[in-house]
C-alpha cells in the first residue's frame, strides 16, 4: 500500500458555540455518509446555549462523543477534541457545514492511493442556500476576488488548508502542537508551521463542503475585516509570508477612495475602472448562478468582502 500508515482511522472535531440548531445538519450529514468508519468529537466551547440534547440524540447513528469546555476559542477547542481522539486522523469542520453523501469515502479513498499528511478542501454553495449565502460563497470562493486562492489553487505543496474543512495526522498534530491561541488566522498559522516541520500538504478537490455562513452584511464586513488584520499578524509571526496578491483589498479600497476623491474633482476614470470590475463581477456571478439578481448580490458581497479585508489589512499594517 502507498499510504503512510497500514489503517487510518478518522476522528472528526468540530468545535461549538450556541449553535444547536446548525450542528443538526451536520450531524445528520454525517450520518448519510457512504463510508462509516469514523467517530465525531463535538466540543462544546463554553456555550450558553448547549448542543447537548442534539448530540445525545445522534450517539446511536453515530460513533460520537461530546465534550464541554470553558470558553476558549475554536483553535484551542480544536485541539482539545484532538487529544481526545481515538483516531489517528483528524478531519477538522465547522459546525457550519454540511457534506455531500460521499465526501468521507472520498478522503479514504484518495489517502489509501496517495497518503499525505495534511489535507484541505474546497467550499461550494448548496442548492438550497439563501441568496445572502450563496452570494457570499461567491466573494469567498471566486478568483475574481482572490477567493479562489482558498481552495481551488493546482500547486498542491503551497496550498494553506482552512479549519472549515482540513484533515491531519496525529503525528502532525503531535510535532506540532495543534492551532495556536490566535482568533483569526489559526489555519493559516498551523499551516505554515506544518510545511516548516516538512510535512505535505495537499489540496482533495472532489472533498468540498456545503459552507452556510449565517452572515449578514455588517457580521460579514467585520469577519472579513479580522481577516485582514489576521493576514498582518502572521506576516509578524512568519516572516516571509506576505506576498503581492495579500495586498490586492487594500490596493483596492485605497484606489476606491482616491477615484471618488479625483470623481469630485471631475475625473471619473478611476470610478470607471470600478464600474467595469463590478459588470465583470456581475456577468461571471449570474453565469454560475443563472440569475441576475443573485449576480449584482454576488457583486455586493464581493465589495463588502474587498472593502472589509482591505480595510482591517490597512489598518493592522500601520499600528
Known amino acids: 500500500m502507498s499510504y503512510k500508515h497500514a489503517n487510518i482511522s478518522f476522528s472528526i472535531i468540530v468545535p461549538v458555540?450556541?449553535?444547536?440548531?446548525?450542528?443538526?445538519?451536520?450531524?445528520?450529514?454525517?450520518?448519510?455518509?457512504?463510508?462509516?468508519?469514523?467517530?465525531?468529537?463535538?466540543?462544546?466551547?463554553?456555550?450558553?446555549?448547549?448542543?447537548?440534547?442534539?448530540?445525545?440524540?445522534?450517539?446511536?447513528?453515530?460513533?460520537?462523543?461530546?465534550?464541554?469546555k470553558e470558553n476558549t476559542g475554536p483553535g484551542p477547542s480544536r485541539n482539545y477534541g484532538m487529544q481526545r481522539a481515538a483516531g489517528n486522523y483528524f478531519i477538522i469542520l465547522d459546525s457550519d457545514v454540511v457534506l455531500p453523501l460521499n465526501y468521507m469515502q472520498i478522503v479514504h479513498d484518495t489517502l489509501r492511493k496517495d497518503y499525505t499528511d495534511v489535507y484541505g478542501g474546497p467550499d461550494e454553495a448548496s442548492q438550497n442556500f439563501s441568496p445572502v449565502q450563496k452570494a457570499i460563497n461567491y466573494a469567498m470562493t471566486s478568483w475574481l476576488t482572490t477567493g479562489g486562492i482558498r481552495g481551488k489553487g493546482d500547486k498542491l505543496e503551497k496550498?494553506?488548508?482552512?479549519?472549515?474543512?482540513?484533515?491531519?495526522?496525529?503525528?502532525?498534530?503531535?510535532?506540532?502542537?495543534?492551532?495556536?491561541?490566535?482568533?483569526?488566522?489559526?489555519?493559516?498559522?498551523?499551516s505554515i508551521r506544518m510545511m516548516k516541520a516538512g510535512f505535505k500538504t495537499r489540496l482533495i478537490p472532489e472533498a468540498f463542503v456545503y459552507h452556510k455562513r449565517r452572515n449578514n452584511c455588517r457580521s460579514f464586513f467585520n469577519?472579513?475585516?479580522?481577516?485582514?488584520?489576521?493576514?498582518?499578524?502572521?506576516?509578524?509571526?512568519?516572516?516571509?509570508?506576505?506576498?503581492?496578491?495579500?495586498?490586492?483589498?487594500?490596493?483596492?479600497?485605497?484606489?476606491?477612495?482616491?477615484?471618488?476623491?479625483?470623481?469630485?474633482?471631475?475625473?471619473?476614470?478611476?470610478?470607471?475602472?470600478?464600474?467595469?470590475?463590478?459588470?465583470?463581477?456581475?456577468?461571471?456571478?449570474?453565469?454560475?448562478?443563472?440569475?441576475?439578481?443573485?449576480?449584482?448580490?454576488?457583486?455586493?458581497?464581493?465589495?463588502v468582502m474587498l472593502s472589509g479585508y482591505g480595510t482591517g489589512f490597512i489598518k493592522k499594517l500601520f499600528s
Open 159 to 190: 496550498f494553506h488548508p482552512r479549519s472549515f474543512n482540513m484533515g491531519l495526522s496525529k503525528e502532525v498534530f503531535e510535532q506540532t502542537g495543534g492551532f495556536a491561541n490566535l482568533r483569526y488566522g489559526e489555519d493559516i498559522d498551523l
Open 17 to 68: 458555540y450556541n449553535r444547536p440548531d446548525e450542528i443538526v445538519e451536520l450531524l445528520e450529514s454525517l450520518k448519510a455518509q457512504t463510508f462509516k468508519d469514523f467517530e465525531v468529537i463535538v466540543v462544546e466551547d463554553g456555550s450558553s446555549v448547549l448542543s447537548e440534547k442534539v448530540c445525545s440524540a445522534y450517539m446511536g447513528p453515530l460513533n460520537l462523543k461530546y465534550f464541554y
Open 223 to 303: 469577519q472579513v475585516r479580522h481577516s485582514g488584520e489576521a493576514r498582518i499578524v502572521l506576516s509578524r509571526l512568519h516572516p516571509g509570508t506576505l506576498k503581492p496578491l495579500h495586498f490586492f483589498p487594500a490596493v483596492f479600497v485605497s484606489g476606491f477612495i482616491l477615484s471618488i476623491v479625483f470623481a469630485l474633482s471631475g475625473f471619473y476614470y478611476g470610478l470607471l475602472v470600478y464600474l467595469i470590475y463590478f459588470f465583470v463581477l456581475v456577468t461571471d456571478a449570474t453565469i454560475k448562478y443563472k440569475k441576475i439578481s443573485l449576480g449584482f448580490l454576488s457583486a455586493f458581497a464581493s465589495f
